[in-house]
């Protein structure tokens, strides 16, 4: 939210274009909203799942799709929590307390899929057998340990940040965005799928060029990609 808030101030000084609304909601929430007849003019989800929906339910126009970032998954703690080094492993044998977002938020479905592959989440049936990034990390079971589920991502940074867990599941760029909290390990990129914010304009949109063209300019402007990078994200 503050690299794009930041990002449309810049664009606004560059070309006159104004924005006249944005919504920061979790990416299931997103398509629920566009699903109950809400207007937009260009969808940005934290998962391709999330945008494949938004396509195959006709949210968006397929044609203008664009992976726009990619970003990492780290464990966090409240800032000055002394601990470091913390994995996978560690919070599968229930070393500490932790938060991670429910179905509906794509960093707990990242969160599910890490978590399979030490056997601390157990897939539904129709995924039997399989772990990490071949699955959706939705529907399943947390085995051995009883997180506390979050329907936002920012919700699981402040959990950690007030010290109701000792560790939370959550976006690099997070630490950036919400701050209070400390990176105290890196989940390896190989325990689940690549972390990728898809763009695409919106169906209904009566501004699709604009549209269009703002989410060109996010991902090619030099000044652009450097707001990105300072918030915590790479680009795509």
């Known amino acids: 939210?503050?690299?794009?808030?930041?990002?449309?101030?810049l664009y606004t000084q560059q070309t006159g274009v104004t924005f006249a609304d944005t919504q920061y909601k979790a990416?299931?929430?997103l398509n629920e909203m566009l699903a109950a007849g809400s207007y937009a003019d260009l969808e940005i989800t934290a998962s391709k799942g999330a945008m494949d929906t938004a396509v195959e339910k006709g949210y968006v126009d397929e044609s203008t799709r664009t992976d726009m970032f990619t970003n990492e998954l780290v464990i966090v703690a409240k800032q000055g929590s002394n601990l470091k080094d913390v994995t996978l492993?560690?919070?599968?044998a229930g070393k500490y307390s932790v938060c991670v977002g429910d179905d509906s938020v794509p960093a707990g479905n990242y969160a599910a899929q890490a978590l399979?592959?030490?056997?601390?989440?157990q897939p539904p049936a129709s995924e039997s057998g399989k772990t990490g990034k071949d699955i959706s990390g939705k529907e399943g079971s947390y085995v051995g340990i009883t997180p506390i589920l979050q329907t936002s991502v920012g919700n699981v940074c402040k959990q950690a940040e007030n010290g109701d867990v000792d560790v939370a599941i959550v976006y690099s760029s997070d630490v950036y965005r919400f701050g209070g909290v400390e990176i105290v390990g890196i989940i390896?990129?190989?325990?689940h799928k690549a972390i990728v914010y898809p763009g695409a304009v919106c169906k209904d949109s009566k501004n699709a060029q604009a549209a269009n063209d703002f989410m060109q300019w996010c991902i090619?402007?030099?000044?652009?990609?450097?707001i990105f990078q300072k918030w915590g994200f790479d680009l795509s």
């Open 89 to 92: 492993a560690d919070i599968a």
């Open 220 to 226: 090619t402007d030099p000044d652009a990609q450097k």
């Open 188 to 191: 390896p990129d190989d325990t």
């Open 116 to 121: 399979s592959t030490v056997g601390a989440y």
């Open 27 to 29: 990416s299931g929430e």
């Open 1 to 9: 939210s503050k690299a794009m808030d930041e990002a449309q101030e």
